[in-house]
């Protein structure tokens, strides 16, 4: 060995400086949980309805808590049901029907229990609502331009929603729906549009009216939740009135019905219903409360992104896409 190769090989290694590892990418839930304060918002009192079904085995009380929508949704729906909780109509209805994989329908058996003064019929233009009415209420919102929540997740995410575009969905997963031209989510609820007007669609969990045959379009006093895969197909021919945010299990779990439709054809297997009333009736003690995660923050549009690309552990192949009632808006329960 000559002197100079002796001499380099006498010389300490040079010191490699370890790289940090990244952080592991969050999960949705990991991203809402972590969502600061500031982007939640309280959801009124009179904004909830509350549903006391008959107790279960051994006393255990059913609770569902419904959030009825906000204007300019379905107004004149929400009105009656507002005037029927008003004057306690649903006291001593029941469930009549569960069809599997469908709906939870509610209200009186016999059809014949008289509606309280004051409940309206409402058009069947109301199913859908014009996007310049949606545009009126929320004022970030210019026109027709509500795909803005597009580039806005592609420039809070580290995985963009950009990255979903196809040339037949230029604005993302947006323009990649079966039952509309595209989605979105706005103030806090999901909404499929075509043309001009905007609709909430079904998703699991939603409430609609129940109704006869067209020019029919229920008053609100019969009312159904969506548990089970969502049945797009009723979108823009029924009204939807709201979301279970609580006690979705008290109606999910029910014995399906064994008539058609799922109707119970004896009254033993119906459920009671105890008391619905709006949260603004019940004694301060006994009102429940809500918030929900603000659609126009950046804890949201990290969610929609990685809910469109999961990349925590569990997943080897990012979707590329989400459909609008796999996006639900987070709600959690609050301390009074």
Same mark, same amino acid.
């Given at each position: 060995?000559?002197?100079?190769?002796?001499?380099?090989?006498?010389?300490?290694?040079?010191?490699?400086?370890?790289?940090?590892?990244?952080?592991? @990418?969050? &999960?949705?839930?990991?991203?809402?949980?972590? =969502?600061?304060?500031?982007?939640?918002?309280? *959801? $009124?009192? %009179? /904004? !909830?309805?509350?549903?006391?079904?008959?107790?279960?085995?051994?006393?255990?009380?059913?609770?569902?808590?419904?959030?009825?929508?906000?204007?300019?949704?379905?107004?004149?729906?929400?009105?009656?049901?507002?005037?029927?909780?008003?004057?306690?109509?649903?006291?001593?209805?029941?469930?009549?029907?569960?069809?599997?994989?469908?709906?939870?329908?509610?209200?009186?058996?016999?059809?014949?229990?008289?509606?309280?003064?004051?409940?309206?019929?409402? @058009?069947? &233009?109301?199913?859908?609502?014009?996007?310049? =009415?949606?545009?009126?209420?929320?004022?970030? *919102? $210019?026109? %027709? /331009? !509500?795909?803005?929540?597009?580039?806005?997740?592609?420039?809070?995410?580290?995985?963009?929603?950009?990255?979903?575009?196809?040339?037949?969905?230029?604005?993302?997963?947006?323009?990649?729906?079966?039952?509309?031209?595209?989605?979105?989510?706005?103030?806090?609820?999901?909404?499929?549009?075509?043309?001009?007007?905007?609709?909430?669609?079904?998703?699991?969990?939603?409430?609609?009216?129940?109704?006869?045959?067209?020019?029919?379009?229920?008053?609100?006093?019969?009312?159904?939740?969506?548990?089970?895969?969502?049945?797009?197909?009723?979108?823009?021919?029924?009204?939807?009135?709201?979301?279970?945010?609580?006690?979705?299990?008290?109606?999910?779990?029910?014995?399906?019905?064994?008539?058609?439709?799922?109707?119970?054809?004896?009254?033993?297997?119906?459920?009671?219903?105890?008391?619905?009333?709006?949260?603004?009736?019940?004694?301060?003690?006994?009102?429940?409360?809500?918030?929900?995660?603000?659609?126009?923050?950046?804890?949201?549009?990290?969610?929609?992104?990685?809910?469109?690309?999961?990349?925590?552990?569990?997943?080897?192949?990012?979707?590329?896409?989400?459909?609008?009632?796999?996006?639900?808006?987070?709600?959690?329960?609050?301390?009074?």
């Amino acid at each position: 060995m000559s002197m100079l190769a002796a001499l380099l090989a006498a010389l300490p290694l040079p010191m490699v400086q370890a790289q940090p590892e990244a952080p592991p @990418p969050q &999960s949705p839930g990991e991203i809402v949980a972590a =969502a600061p304060l500031s982007e939640w918002r309280s *959801i $009124e009192a %009179r /904004d !909830l309805l509350v549903i006391d079904l008959a107790p279960a085995g051994r006393g255990k009380q059913r609770r569902v808590v419904i959030q009825l929508v906000p204007a300019p949704y379905s107004t004149g729906w929400v009105d009656n049901i507002r005037r029927l909780a008003s004057a306690h109509w649903w006291d001593g209805t029941a469930v009549v029907r569960v069809q599997d994989n469908y709906v939870v329908q509610w209200g009186d058996p016999t059809e014949k229990k008289p509606l309280p003064a004051g409940i309206r019929s409402v @058009p069947e &233009s109301a199913y859908v609502t014009p996007l310049d =009415a949606i545009g009126a209420t929320q004022p970030t *919102i $210019e026109g %027709r /331009d !509500l795909s803005e929540r597009a580039g806005q997740a592609a420039r809070l995410s580290e995985i963009a929603i950009r990255d979903t575009v196809t040339p037949r969905a230029p604005q993302g997963w947006h323009e990649r729906d079966s039952y509309a031209e595209w989605v979105e989510l706005i103030g806090g609820w999901p909404i499929a549009v075509s043309g001009d007007a905007a609709t909430i669609p079904h998703c699991y969990g939603m409430v609609g009216v129940g109704r006869n045959l067209s020019p029919d379009t229920g008053s609100g006093a019969e009312l159904y939740a969506v548990i089970g895969q969502a049945p797009r197909h009723l979108d823009r021919n029924i009204a939807i009135v709201g979301r279970v945010v609580a006690g979705m299990e008290h109606l999910s779990g029910l014995t399906r019905g064994t008539g058609d439709l799922g109707f119970y054809k004896r009254a033993s297997e119906r459920t009671p219903i105890v008391r619905v009333r709006l949260a603004s009736e019940l004694p301060a003690r006994e009102r429940p409360r809500f918030e929900y995660l603000s659609t126009e923050g950046e804890a949201f549009a990290r969610y929609v992104a990685e809910r469109a690309n999961r990349r925590d552990a569990f997943f080897n192949v990012p979707a590329g896409g989400v459909d609008i009632c796999n996006l639900p808006v987070p709600v959690r329960a609050v301390a009074p």
